[in-house]
């Protein structure tokens, strides 16, 4: 028996007898909240752990904005804490490709004795930066990353950007003056979701932070509310909508050129608070006058009286929105795309309003504090590709670092970024990394990109460091904030990102001759991440140090450790415009000289007529994403990596029986730059004329310390995209509809 009160042991009282029988084994669980910082959609975590060994995850049904919502990926959060292979002491490759770890002051040392010296003799354009998306989800690494990239000022800065995003920021500089002044759609208010080449059901949003959308998309409908999606795939999110068009991959922008001249055509635009400061809709008129329903319908396989039904029905509805991602972004004119998809919603009123592409109210103003960026300001050396807010296309990068000559890239610094398997052409850019006389990674793992790399510098990440989210919070379709410190401390040895930084940063400098003096002054009285946020927050617009008077009840770290759920700002407000407008007079131009040069280019391609381009390139590839991976990086997890293999071609059944192919049959891929071979799936998911074959696998490579991942390797998608093949408005690569040859291995 336990003692008086105590319930004797049994299936009801078994853990409160155990722990007075066992004085010495008192319980440290503890409980932990936090937000999972594995994707955009900022869920809301639960983490029961016991010192550094975390027990259990779930959502925290009480946060701000997720709800209880949360996936699978955030479970890897405690494999990727506890993984074998990860890196947590720098290491040196040696002259026969074997590894030694180092002391955190001699490899830092290395690293900008190397670099500086590299820039001393070729210039300072011979140093190239490479950004990978994790960068964005570390607080640390948005803080001071871009310390280092102007500490170096070089022009080849390059990030996945590029083979991502670019359209979106492209076509906020030109309608809005800045490029992180991204429309968000108001999924939780609006009548009317037309989804282009996007699939949020397995994104939970992008670049529209929005956990839970099935539930989001189920609200819509129970309200009344409709919802379309345009795709050459029947994705998940398809599967829920109200209806779906097949769309022939890459011609986006054709049926966004309609559908825009549809609402200019009658029943006219409707701009709202927007009118008065609206120039040039003369000219877009004008330009769009070709693009008729009946002119695009061939070319994007939707029928011209389709076509004609969706723009009415994105007019009638009294609250619409069009939101466009990665199939939209990665096409050939994917800039002039997500422009029309502003446009569209600007022309129907939608814009700047409840329901449909709204701006966030963040507590960290990231456009306010973020240049508002740069259209053509330099140009590659090779290809002269144009540079956007300071970037230059990673598409580039092969070239830049292959060609001989002035101002050829001779050393690397890449950042959380694995782009052999994620960028154009990634086997070439494998083959040129040999060339570079350095290499610094900073880094968990060695991976396909890493294992070329003479130092990778590791640094704590995910668990062990706060975190905050300052680029999602910007992107949400609601306005909240939400803070948490550290879980555990890692490795007593080891660096957080910002340490890495700093620590490179001062060492530059000090050998710098004074070039560095000037941007880097501040490393030596660094104030970290967390301080830096708090003095974000206490001087942003809920922040304690509004105006000239301290307010009790503002936002400040401090606050927000006490609000462990989050805090919620609100909803998405309405009419922000023209007061956040930072073009020329604060006003919004719809025929800007490079838009109309597209959409001409644009209307000149609509006589051209479906090519197999000469090398029986007949099908079109496109690819996808699945809830259980996050790119490449999250392949290593053993949770994620559990179920059947996922790294298969998706084929229409006629065009499998067309080929003899049953489920399961290997098949050739080929493309202008490369061939791989895969295992098939058949599926009328697809459409007829296009295989799906997804991103971020091909692992396996001699070097890489991936065991679960090397383990089911897979095939890369981009050995088979082609580097000079991109938007020629951004610069942006080109993945959706890349024309591919399909066969049997003994043909």
């Known amino acids: ?174 309608l809005f003056g800045h490029q992180l002044l991204l429309p968000v759609p108001d999924v939780d ?58 769309i022939r991959p890459g011609s986006d922008a054709l049926l966004l050129a309609a559908l825009c001249r549809e609402v200019l055509a009658s029943p006219g635009p409707r701009l709202r608070h927007l009118a008065a400061a609206i120039d040039g809709l003369d000219a877009l008129r004008d330009a769009l006058s070709a693009f008729t329903p009946a002119d695009v319908a061939g070319p994007t396989g939707i ?126 850019l494998g083959q040129a990394l040999k060339q570079l006389e350095f290499m610094v990674s900073i880094d968990i793992y060695r991976n396909e990109t890493t294992r070329h790399a003479h130092l990778i510098l590791p640094p704590r990440t995910g668990l062990e460091v706060p975190h905050y989210d300052l680029a999602f919070h910007a992107l949400a379709v609601r306005n909240t904030a939400r803070f948490a410190d550290r879980l555990f401390a890692g490795d007593p040895n080891g660096r957080d990102d910002w340490e890495i930084y700093a620590g490179l940063l001062r060492r530059l400098d000090a050998g710098g001759g004074g070039a560095f003096t000037r941007l880097n002054a501040l490393a030596s009285r660094t104030l970290s991440p967390t301080r830096q946020l708090d003095l974000a927050l206490r001087s942003g617009p809920y922040g304690n140090l509004g105006g000239r008077a301290l307010r009790r009840d503002g936002l400040s770290v401090a606050a927000l450790r006490r609000q462990v759920h989050g805090v919620d700002l609100g909803p998405l407000r309405a009419e922000q415009l023209p007061a956040r407008l930072a073009t020329a007079g604060q006003r919004i131009e719809l025929a800007a000289a490079p838009i109309l040069a597209d959409l001409a280019a644009l209307q000149g391609e609509l006589a051209a007529a479906e090519s197999d381009h000469g090398e029986g390139f007949d099908m079109r590839l496109i690819g996808r994403r699945g809830l259980s991976d996050c790119n490449s990086w999250l392949h290593n997890a053993k949770t994620l990596a559990k179920g059947r293999d996922r790294c298969v071609l998706l084929i229409h059944p006629e065009d499998a029986a067309r080929r003899g192919f049953v489920d399961g049959d290997e098949a050739v891929l080929r493309s202008a730059v490369g061939t791989v071979q895969v295992p098939v799936r058949l599926s009328s998911e697809v459409m007829a004329g296009v295989v799906s074959l997804p991103h971020g696998f091909g692992h396996g490579h001699i070097g890489t310390a991936l065991s679960v991942a090397n383990a089911r390797p897979g095939v890369s998608i981009n050995d088979l995209t082609d580097p000079g093949a991109v938007d020629t408005l951004t610069g942006n690569a080109v993945f959706s509809g890349v024309p591919v040859a399909v066969s049997r291995p003994d043909r």
């Open 1 to 174: 028996m336990g003692p008086p009160g105590a319930n004797p042991v049994g299936r009801c009282g078994l853990a409160l007898t155990a722990r007075w029988r066992y004085p010495r084994r008192v319980t440290t669980v503890r409980l932990h909240h936090r937000t999972c910082n594995l994707c955009e959609a900022m869920c809301g975590l639960l983490i029961e752990h016991d010192g550094e060994r975390v027990l259990s995850i779930a959502g925290d049904p009480d946060d701000a904005l997720s709800r209880g919502h949360l996936c699978a990926k955030a479970f890897a959060l405690r494999d990727v804490a506890a993984d074998p292979d990860r890196l947590r002491r720098p290491l040196r490759r040696l002259s026969d490709g074997s590894y030694a770890e180092v002391g955190w002051d001699e490899a830092l040392d290395e690293a900008a004795e190397r670099l500086r010296g590299i820039q001393a003799r070729h210039g300072r354009d011979a140093v190239a930066i490479y950004q990978g998306n994790p960068s964005v989800h570390n607080l640390g690494t948005m803080l001071f990353a871009p310390q280092l990239v102007r500490a170096l000022r070089t022009r080849n800065r390059f990030s996945a950007t590029s083979v991502d995003q670019l359209p979106h920021h492209f076509a906020a500089y030109l």
């Open 189 to 246: 208010r609006t009548d009317h979701l037309l989804i282009l080449g996007a699939n949020p059901l397995v994104s939970n949003g992008s670049l529209m932070s929005a956990p839970g959308m099935r539930t989001r998309l189920r609200a819509l409908q129970a309200r009344g509310g409709r919802v379309v999606v345009v795709d050459p795939r029947r994705s998940e999110t398809a599967e829920v909508a109200d209806a779906h068009h097949f």
């Open 303 to 428: 029928a011209a009286d389709v076509i004609a039904a969706m723009a009415r029905e994105f007019v009638a509805a009294e609250r619409a929105v069009c939101y466009a991602r990665l199939g939209v972004c990665t096409a050939p004119h994917g800039g002039v795309a997500l422009w029309l998809v502003a446009v569209l919603n600007l022309l129907t009123g939608n814009l700047d309003r409840i329901g449909g592409a709204m701006f966030t109210s963040p507590a960290v103003d990231v456009v306010a504090r973020s240049s508002r960026g740069g259209y053509a300001r330099w140009h590659s050396r090779v290809r002269r590709a144009p540079e956007f807010g300071g970037e230059l296309p990673v598409s580039v990068l092969t070239e830049e670092i292959s060609t001989p000559g002035e101002g050829q890239v001779r050393a690397l610094i890449t950042s959380a970024g694995n782009p052999v398997l994620s960028t154009p052409a990634g086997h070439r």
